[in-house]
C-alpha cells in the first residue's frame, strides 16, 4: 500500500514537472527540463512530500551528463588549462577567498558555527561539501540547505541572465545527435549507454565528490579522443538526465529542514547572493585577461552548479572546454582545501 502511495506521489511530480518544463520550453528558456523538475520538487517538498532519488538514477543522471560534456570537449583540454593557467589560477583562488571571506563574516557575526558557515559557502561539489562537512564536525542539516539553496540560486541566475543579457534561447544541444525519437546508430547508443552504467557504478564504488560527472566523463572523453567510439545521446536520455537532477535538488528542500533552518535562512540568501556577485566581478576581469566572451567567463566563474552551466552552456556557443577546465580546477582546489578552510574561519572569527 505504502508502494503504491509512493508510486502516485513520484506520477504526480513527474507529471507536475513536465508541464512545468514544456511551458519554460516553449518560452525560450534554457535548462527547462532542468528547471522545472526542480520547481515542482521545490513545491511538492515543502507541502510535506518525502520522496528522495535513490543515489543510483542519480549517479545515473550525472553520468549522462559527464558524457555530453566528453562529447563536446576539445581534446586539447590540458593545453587550455596550461595556457590560461595565470587567468584560471586568479579566478580560482578569488572565488575561493570569497566563500572564505563570506563564512568569516557568517561565523564572526554568529549566525552560523564557523565549522558550519565554512562547508555551506564552498563554492562547489554540493553533495561531497554535506557529507565531508559532517565528518569534521559541522551540522550537515544547515550546510545541505546552504549548499542547495545556492546551487538552486546559481541554476536560477544563470538560466535568467543567460536569457535576458545574452539572449540564450530555447535549448539545442549540440551533441552528436539529438532526435526526439532517438533516431540513431544503435550501436553508438548502447556502447555510450554502457560507459554512462559503467562510469556510474565506479563513481558508486570509489565514492568522490562530483564523481558522478568527472568518472564518466574522463572515460568516456579517452576512449572518444582514441577514437575507440563515438558518443552517441539521443535528447530522451538527455531529458531524463536532466529532470532526475532537477527533482533531486528541489526534493533537498523538505518541510523539516526548512523550517529547521527559517530562522537563519535570510543570513543565508544574503550570503548565497553575495558570493554569486562576487563571483560575477571575477568574470568582469577574466574577460579583462583572457580574450573571451562575458558568456563564457559568466558561466566560468559561477559557483557551483556544473551541470546546470552545463545544459546553458552547451544550449549557447559558450567555450565549453574553458569552463570545464576552470570549474574543474576550482573544485579540486576546494575538495582541497576544504578542512583547511573551515578550520582557519573557526579560529580566526
Known amino acids: 500500500m505504502k508502494l503504491i502511495h509512493s508510486l502516485k506521489n513520484w506520477i504526480k511530480l513527474i507529471i507536475f514537472s513536465l508541464g512545468i518544463s514544456i511551458i519554460l520550453h516553449f518560452s525560450g528558456f534554457p535548462a527547462a527540463f532542468l528547471i522545472g523538475p526542480m520547481l515542482a520538487a521545490i513545491f511538492f517538498a515543502a507541502r510535506g512530500l518525502q520522496l528522495v532519488v535513490p543515489r543510483k538514477f542519480l549517479l545515473c543522471a550525472q553520468s549522462t551528463v559527464g558524457v555530453l560534456i ?25 572565488t575561493i577567498l570569497f566563500s572564505l571571506f563570506t563564512g568569516f563574516l557568517m561565523t564572526r557575526f554568529k549566525l552560523l558555527p564557523g565549522n558550519t558557515a ?47 543579457f545574452f539572449g540564450v534561447n530555447i535549448e539545442h544541444i549540440k551533441t552528436n545527435e539529438f532526435d526526439l525519437m532517438g533516431n540513431t546508430e544503435v550501436v553508438g547508443i548502447i556502447a555510450t549507454f554502457v560507459i554512462i552504467i559503467l562510469g556510474a557504478l565506479i563513481a558508486h564504488i570509489i565514492s568522490l565528490p562530483s564523481g558522478g560527472v568527472f568518472i564518466p566523463l574522463t572515460i568516456a572523453f579517452l576512449l572518444q579522443t582514441s577514437g575507440l567510439f563515438s558518443i552517441v545521446l539521443p535528447s530522451w536520455m538527455l531529458y531524463c538526465a536532466f529532470l532526475l537532477i532537477g527533482l533531486w535538488v528541489g526534493l533537498k528542500f523538505e518541510r523539516e529542514t526548512v523550517r529547521y533552518s527559517i530562522r537563519v535562512l535570510p543570513t543565508m540568501l544574503v550570503g548565497v547572493f553575495s558570493l554569486i556577485m562576487l563571483c560575477g566581478i571575477s568574470a568582469v576581469i ?21 551541470e546546470a552551466v552545463t545544459i546553458i552552456a552547451v544550449s549557447s556557443s559558450a567555450d565549453i572546454s574553458f569552463i570545464l577546465a576552470l570549474q574543474t580546477v576550482r573544485l579540486l582546489a576546494v575538495i582541497a582545501l576544504g578542512p583547511i578552510l573551515a578550520r582557519i574561519i573557526s579560529r580566526v572569527a
Open 118 to 164: 565554512a562547508w555551506g559557502c564552498a563554492p562547489g561539489a554540493a553533495t561531497g561539501m554535506v557529507t565531508l562537512s559532517e565528518e569534521y564536525g559541522a551540522d550537515p542539516r544547515m550546510v545541505a540547505l546552504m549548499q542547495f539553496l545556492r546551487v538552486t540560486m546559481v541554476v536560477f541566475i544563470a538560466t535568467l541572465n543567460s536569457k535576458v
Open 286 to 306: 577574466l574577460v579583462w585577461l583572457v580574450d573571451i566572451d562575458p558568456l563564457t567567463a559568466y558561466l566560468a566563474t559561477s559557483p557551483g552548479a556544473l
Open 70 to 94: 566528453a562529447s563536446l570537449l576539445d581534446p586539447n583540454i590540458l593545453t587550455v588549462i596550461i595556457k590560461n593557467a595565470p587567468a584560471i589560477g586568479f579566478v580560482v583562488a578569488t
